[in-house]
Every structure is written in structure tokens, then in C-alpha cells.
């Protein structure tokens, strides 16, 4: 077809407009939700961590990298998310993998949404226990898979908090509930949560005011926290266990000295202006209202993601292309990383696009889905 999306060379870094192949776009497909990644107080943060400390750690926590920094992040974001102890990885990958291949054994099972990331799905995979996957949100669905796993078993159910293809939101009431019923720990991969639901930004256990009841949240430092890693927190006991066991903690490098210090300025940035929350979602209603009244399907979305529900795999790449040339970066979603037949177009949203960057992008839309047939031509 002559189309391929991916390993795009973007020549800027990552704004409301960017750089691609000498053509300015308007960045629809970051996850840099607060626009945080060239904010100057964070960049200072990582090169004085640079000054300090140099480049890179040369070898891991558990032997010789791990530097004053690395503990006063995992302080902070423990107190920030509101649990007892936290441990950094060198990305989120690795902390799902980790921590879920760590946690569970044979015999033991895991219950997860069948829309779970990727990297939770590899998790899964590494572990010994066995994986039971229920009806996306469907909370009767994962009841009943509950009900047919033994009593006495250990159970965790795994989930996303902001699920980062469909744009909507985990029902924790209802997993926590049924967790307390069926004698299950929850564990919340809130990579796209934080930064985005609850109280500043602290996520969607904080959202729903169930932190006391997820034994476990999971979150990146690539979204919202303007640098790459990633994190669990939970209880001493559990974080104490991991830094022991958990393989992808023990035998990869360090995070480096840039990257924690750029997630430590980003957790003061987001305390001192919360108003890049509050203009986050003010973009983000703003957007999803003018899809929905233009026409478009974007399915269950209530967060800053925001799916174009597409259909076929040849329409979603050419709507792509089409979206391409007129000017915008947006993902092309398609199987495996959606199901057959709902291929879509996954746009993110940010706090810093402005009111006329994103008028704009709806007209340029509006012409791309009555061209490809997904709107009336009256639309």
C-alpha cells in the first residue's frame, strides 16, 4: 500500500508541533500529557543530575547503582501515591514483568481484563501461575471467573486504570469489591492514569478514593513524568521482596541520574502548577465533544485518550496517510494491538494544545472521515 507508520523520525521534541521529515505537524500522539518533557525547571534537573552524578550508574540497584536520587524518588512517589514503600525500574516494561513474573506462583493465579498492556500480558506470561482473563470491564464476567478458581488459591487481578488504546477507565469499585469477596489482591497499572485522574494527578485509585484498598499501582515515568522508567508501590513487605526477587530489577542498569531527577522536578512541576491538570481535561472534553458531534465513534473514551473507531485494517492505515499529509501526527491502532475489525486511530491529547490548534484539527478530521465514509457527507 505504500504506507508505513512506524519508527517515525521526529526531529523536535515533544510539543504541540513537531518535526517530521522537514513537515510541521501538530502532535496529536504524545503521551506527554502535562507537556512536560521540555519543561526548563525539568531539563535543569536532569543536567545538574548530569553535573553530579554523570551519565549513567554502571551496573544495577542491587550491586552499584544505586545513588542518594534514586532513594528520594522512591520516597517521594510512595507519600505521593500514598503507599508505604515504592521501587524505580529502568522502565515500565520491565516493571510489569517484573513484578507480576515475581509475585505469582504455581498454583497461583492471575485474573486480568482481556485489554491489559502488552507488557502486563509478558508479565503474566513469565510467571509460573496461571492467567484467567475476563470480559473487558465486565464485572459479572470477572465474578464468574473468580467463582471457578479455588477458594484457597492466591489470586490477583490485574488491570489497567486508564486502558491506553480505548480511552476509558477501569470500574475499580466494582474489582475491589469482588477482590474483597473472592480473598484477591489488585494490583493497577496506572501508566496512563497518573498525571491524569485523581486528586494532583495521583491516579485512578486516587480518582475512585480506593488507594487503601489496590495492593499495588504501577505507573511509567514516560507519560506524564517527562522522563522513561517506571514504578510500583505498595507495602513495605511486598517492595522489600522484589528488590530481591524480581529479575528485571536486579540484573538491568540503574535508571540513570538524568532520568530520576527529570521525574523528581516533574512531581514538584505538577504540585506547583496544577493547573496543567485542570487544562488537560478541559482539552480533553473539548476535543471528544467536537468527535462526537462531528459524528465519529469514539467508543468509551472518558479520559485525554481518545480512540476514531476506524474498523478495517486498509481504511485505518489510509486515514492515516490521509491525516499525514494534511498535517497531523496521530497512531494508527491495528491488530494484534486491537482485535480484528476495530482497527482506530488513537489520538492523546495535552495540556499544552491550544484552543485553535485543536479547532483545527477537528476540521481536518471532519474532512477525513467523510472521505473515507466514516461520516455522512452532510456530517
Known amino acids: 500500500m505504500g504506507i508505513y507508520p512506524y519508527h517515525r523520525v521526529i526531529e523536535t521534541g515533544q510539543a504541540t508541533e513537531v518535526m517530521v521529515d522537514g513537515q510541521r505537524q501538530l502532535m496529536l500522539g504524545s503521551n506527554s500529557y502535562l507537556e512536560l518533557t521540555t519543561h526548563p525547571r525539568i531539563k535543569e534537573r536532569a543536567m545538574e543530575a548530569i553535573q553530579m552524578y554523570g551519565t549513567g550508574c554502571a551496573g544495577s540497584r542491587f550491586l552499584n547503582g544505586t545513588l542518594p536520587i534514586h532513594v528520594e524518588l522512591e520516597q517521594k512517589l510512595a507519600a505521593f501515591m500514598g503507599k508505604e514503600a ?5 522502565t515500565g516494561f520491565q516493571t510489569n514483568t517484573g513484578v507480576i513474573s515475581s509475585l505469582v506462583h504455581k498454583g497461583e493465579y492471575i485474573v486480568g481484563d482481556k485489554y491489559i498492556h502488552a507488557c502486563i500480558m509478558d508479565g503474566c506470561m513469565l510467571s509460573h501461575g496461571t492467567l484467567v482473563r475476563y470480559d473487558h470491564n465486565n464485572m459479572a464476567d470477572l465474578e464468574e471467573k473468580l467463582s471457578r ?34 480473598g484477591a489482591q489488585v494490583m493497577v497499572d496506572d501508566a496512563h492514569g497518573i498525571g491524569v485522574l485523581g486528586q494532583g494527578g495521583r491516579g485512578t485509585s486516587a480518582h475512585f478514593g480506593l488507594t487503601d484498598q489496590v495492593d499495588l499501582i504501577m505507573g511509567t515515568f514516560s507519560k506524564s513524568l517527562a522522563a522513561i522508567g517506571g514504578f510500583i508501590a505498595g507495602s513495605a513487605k511486598t517492595i522489600n521482596y522484589l528488590q530481591h526477587v524480581a529479575r528485571p530489577y536486579m540484573f538491568s542498569a540503574s535508571a540513570s541520574p538524568a532520568s530520576v531527577a527529570a521525574v ?41 485518550v481518545i480512540p476514531i473507531m476506524v474498523g478495517e485494517f486498509d481504511t485505518c492505515m489510509k486515514m492515516w496517510r490521509f491525516l499525514k499529509e494534511a498535517g497531523i501526527f496521530v497512531n494508527p491502532v491495528v491488530p494484534p494491538g486491537v482485535p480484528p475489525g476495530r482497527s482506530l486511530i488513537r489520538i492523546s491529547v495535552t495540556a499544552g494544545h491550544t484552543r485553535a490548534q485543536l479547532e483545527w484539527a477537528l476540521e481536518i478530521f471532519q474532512k477525513a472521515g467523510r472521505h473515507f465514509g466514516l461520516l455522512e457527507l452532510g456530517a
Not at 490485574?158 to 474483597?180: H, K, N, R, W, Y
Not at 481535561?281 to 462526537?292: I, M, S, V, Y
Request: proline letters at 8%; aromatic letters at 8%.
Open 264 to 304: 523528581l522536578g516533574a512531581l514538584e512541576v505538577m504540585e506547583a502548577e496544577p493547573e496543567r491538570i485542570q487544562r488537560l481535561w478541559e482539552n480533553a472534553r473539548f476535543l471528544k465533544k467536537g468527535f462526537d458531534d462531528i459524528g465519529f465513534d469514539t467508543g468509551k473514551s472518558e479520559t485525554p
Open 86 to 90: 515504592a521501587l524505580v525500574f529502568p
Open 149 to 182: 478458581i479455588p477458594a484457597q488459591a492466591p489470586k490477583l487481578i490485574v488491570t489497567d486504570g486508564v486502558f491506553s488504546m480505548e480511552g476509558d477507565i477501569c470500574d475499580l469499585p466494582g474489582i475491589v469489591t469482588l477482590a474483597q469477596r473472592y
